[in-house]
């Protein structure tokens, strides 16, 4: 009796010792920080959940697991604080970081200088010059 006990005990440890280090793994960035960093665009819609921003996340190769990042953002209670916005992710982030940079809101910024007495039609050129709006949408702000 008891040996089957240890034999349980052991399995349950090593499968406990295991899946820290899956996690552990999956929750590490995706490139080191040795390599040069560069920064991705991505962007967390009106509306999207934690799961389509997880799965997104895979796809563009800034996290590992999508399923663990889930798991993290459920235990650490940041599934409904995403922020919409546009971000600069890096792969040598890990998941913990980029989830609190959606959780947080560190949106990316862009400078525009726009003088004062400027009209419409030059101020949406300006912003589409600077890549912030769609170029038909400043071509045609005027009509």
């Known amino acids: 009796?008891?040996?089957?006990?240890l034999i349980v005990a052991s399995l349950g440890l090593l499968i406990a010792v295991g899946g820290y280090f899956w996690i552990q793994q999956a929750l590490s960035p995706v490139e080191?920080?040795?390599?040069?960093?560069e920064v991705l665009r991505f962007d967390v819609e009106p509306g999207a959940t934690m799961r389509q921003v997880a799965?997104?996340?895979e796809e563009d190769g800034l996290i590992r697991d999508a399923r663990v990042a889930r798991w993290f953002a459920r235990a650490e209670d940041l599934s409904s604080k995403l922020?919409?916005?546009?971000?600069?992710?890096?792969r040598t982030q890990s998941t913990p970081e980029i989830l609190a940079a959606l959780a947080?809101?560190?949106v990316q910024t862009h400078s525009v200088?726009?003088?004062?007495?400027?009209?419409a039609i030059e101020i949406a050129t300006r912003l589409g010059d600077a890549g912030l709006v769609?170029?038909?949408?400043?071509r045609h702000i005027s009509e």
């Open 55 to 57: 799965y997104a996340l």
């Open 104 to 106: 947080e809101g560190r």
């Open 83 to 90: 922020k919409v916005g546009e971000y600069g992710l890096s």
């Open 1 to 5: 009796m008891l040996r089957a006990f």
């Open 32 to 37: 080191s920080a040795s390599t040069d960093a």
């Open 113 to 119: 200088v726009i003088p004062e007495g400027l009209r």
């Open 134 to 138: 769609d170029r038909y949408f400043a």
